[in-house]
């Protein structure tokens, strides 16, 4: 499992005339094959008029199934300059389809390749993505008299604290990334003294949102 990456928020879309095309662009996060293809034939249904369906697609976390359809555009201008817009945002697991209904002027290959690649970065955009971090759920039980001081270390820290439970003592479900795991617990025990009861949990992929000025970097 890679200790985090990038993708999409489940699903988005945004609309671009150039030239008196309209090219609607479609972006969901896939993580098998067949859901990339269920995502693609549904627009192709909804959008069955449309003088295009232009799509590409990555799965996986090395990002072994790679595909990309032109859809009866001039080879090599619609597809592949999806495909590669996927890339250089480093997104993962991630379809993109582009609708286009014909305006009545031809773009030339240049002008194909900026409208269907500039279709999907928008709709990036639109959409949003997302860091999947691989973290380790801590589940630290104290006194109350300790909350105040361990909440407010946790907040300033780079943990996360993920929710607060008032049971009969307090309980703190935090998370800390995968390799700082003993430095979470050395960090606990100095800051309760050695006075924290810390319940390990499961690893799993928490999502941060990425910042808009640095989804293109």
Same mark, same amino acid.
Request: charged share 30%; glycine share 8%; hydrophobic share 35%.
């Given at each position: 499992? *890679?200790?985090?990456?990038?993708?999409?928020?489940?699903?988005?879309?945004?609309? *671009?005339?150039?030239?008196?095309?309209? %090219?609607? &662009?479609?972006? $969901?996060?896939?993580?098998?094959?067949?859901? /990339?293809?269920? %995502?693609?034939?549904?627009? !192709?249904?909804?959008?069955?008029? /449309?003088?295009?369906?232009?799509?590409?697609?990555?799965?996986?976390?090395? #990002?072994?199934?790679?595909?990309?359809? #032109? #859809?009866?555009?001039? @080879? &090599?201008?619609?597809?592949?300059?999806?495909?590669?817009?996927? !890339?250089?945002?480093?997104?993962?697991?991630?379809? /993109?389809?582009?609708? $286009?209904?014909?305006?009545?002027?031809?773009? &030339?290959?240049?002008?194909?390749?900026?409208?269907? @690649?500039?279709?999907?970065?928008?709709?990036?955009?639109?959409?949003?993505?997302?860091? $999947?971090? *691989?973290?380790?759920?801590?589940?630290?039980?104290?006194?109350?008299?300790?909350?105040?001081?361990?909440?407010?270390?946790?907040?300033? @820290?780079? %943990?996360?604290?993920? $929710?607060?439970?008032?049971?009969?003592?307090?309980? *703190?479900?935090?998370?800390?990334?995968?390799?700082?795991?003993?430095? %979470?617990?050395?960090?606990?025990?100095?800051?309760?003294?050695?006075?924290?009861?810390?319940?390990?949990?499961?690893? @799993?992929?928490?999502?941060?949102?990425?910042?808009? #000025?640095?989804?293109?970097?």
């Amino acid at each position: 499992m *890679l200790n985090s990456y990038y993708t999409v928020k489940p699903e988005g879309e945004k609309e *671009l005339v150039i030239q008196k095309s309209r %090219f609607i &662009g479609y972006i $969901r996060r896939c993580e098998t094959e067949e859901e /990339a293809n269920t %995502f693609i034939n549904e627009i !192709k249904k909804k959008h069955k008029d /449309a003088t295009h369906n232009c799509s590409a697609y990555l799965i996986g976390e090395h #990002d072994l199934i790679q595909k990309a359809n #032109d #859809d009866g555009e001039p @080879s &090599g201008t619609a597809g592949v300059p999806m495909l590669d817009v996927l !890339k250089k945002r480093g997104l993962k697991d991630t379809a /993109a389809v582009v609708t $286009r209904y014909f305006g009545g002027t031809k773009l &030339g290959a240049g002008g194909l390749i900026r409208a269907y @690649s500039g279709a999907v970065s928008e709709a990036i955009d639109e959409t949003g993505m997302v860091e $999947r971090r *691989l973290m380790k759920q801590m589940n630290v039980t104290i006194d109350y008299s300790l909350l105040g001081k361990v909440e407010n270390g946790a907040r300033q @820290s780079k %943990f996360i604290l993920d $929710r607060v439970n008032y049971l009969e003592k307090v309980e *703190l479900v935090l998370y800390t990334e995968n390799e700082d795991q003993e430095e %979470f617990r050395d960090w606990i025990t100095n800051i309760t003294s050695g006075q924290a009861e810390l319940l390990e949990g499961d690893l @799993s992929y928490r999502e941060l949102d990425v910042p808009s #000025d640095k989804q293109k970097e």
